[in-house]
């Protein structure tokens, strides 16, 4: 059985800039992505204050940007033992998606959260909005505890001439597309863990 396609399901538009990186296309910035071969950044040259490929990840634009790495808890067969204040060391099922857990101070084991990657939406130099998967495994609403895509404003504002508006809705544009993949990607994900 082979691997599934990365770029199955990306919507054409951002596949476009995708390629145009890879064809070194002078609008595309295609910077690449440290560690990553094959998916450089899709963003415009002239606007983004975070580099991004066509499925999502993100990177600073100064790599040179030190790295500070916490210690994180291992997974071992799929699940996760994270230490709570309130119960002690707790067992859960680590979703594929999970960027992890850093061994930090314990909380309250409701609070315990799985976050994937963070999807940044942009314009000009300014993030609108954010969105990564998350899920709360011990939250009492059963409907809380599966999988969904958090998402946060920033309370962008300005004044815009009727250029930039236009640069905007095209931003707004790619954004809806993007934010439409994350919405089939989650439903793919409900639907796994149906069968569960």
């Not at 030190?66 to 994270?82: E, K, M, Q, S, W």
């Not at 958090?150 to 809705?169: H, N």
Request: aromatic share 6%; charged share 20%.
């Amino acid at each position: 059985m082979s691997a599934p396609d990365p770029l199955e399901g990306i919507p054409d538009a951002l596949l476009d800039w995708h390629k145009g990186a890879l064809a070194g296309d002078l609008a595309v910035c295609a910077e690449p992505q440290p560690g990553v071969d094959g998916f450089p950044c899709i963003h415009n040259q002239a606007f983004h204050d975070r580099h991004r490929d066509v499925l999502g990840r993100t990177w600073p634009l100064d790599t040179e940007e030190p790295l500070y790495v916490a210690p994180r808890v291992p997974v071992i067969d799929g699940t996760v033992t994270l230490d709570t204040s309130d119960h002690g060391p707790v067992t859960t099922r680590e979703p594929g998606w999970c960027l992890g857990h850093s061994a930090r101070t314990p909380g309250y084991r409701i609070d315990l959260t799985h976050n994937g990657a963070e999807h940044t939406f942009a314009f000009a130099s300014d993030t609108l909005l954010v969105a990564m998967l998350s899920q709360d495994p011990f939250v009492i609403d059963p409907e809380r505890r599966r999988t969904r895509l958090y998402v946060e404003q920033t309370g962008y504002s300005a004044s815009l001439d009727p250029a930039e508006v236009r640069q905007l809705a095209a931003a707004l544009t790619v954004h809806a597309m993007h934010l439409r993949t994350l919405a089939d990607q989650l439903t793919t994900l409900r639907a796994e863990e149906g069968r569960q």
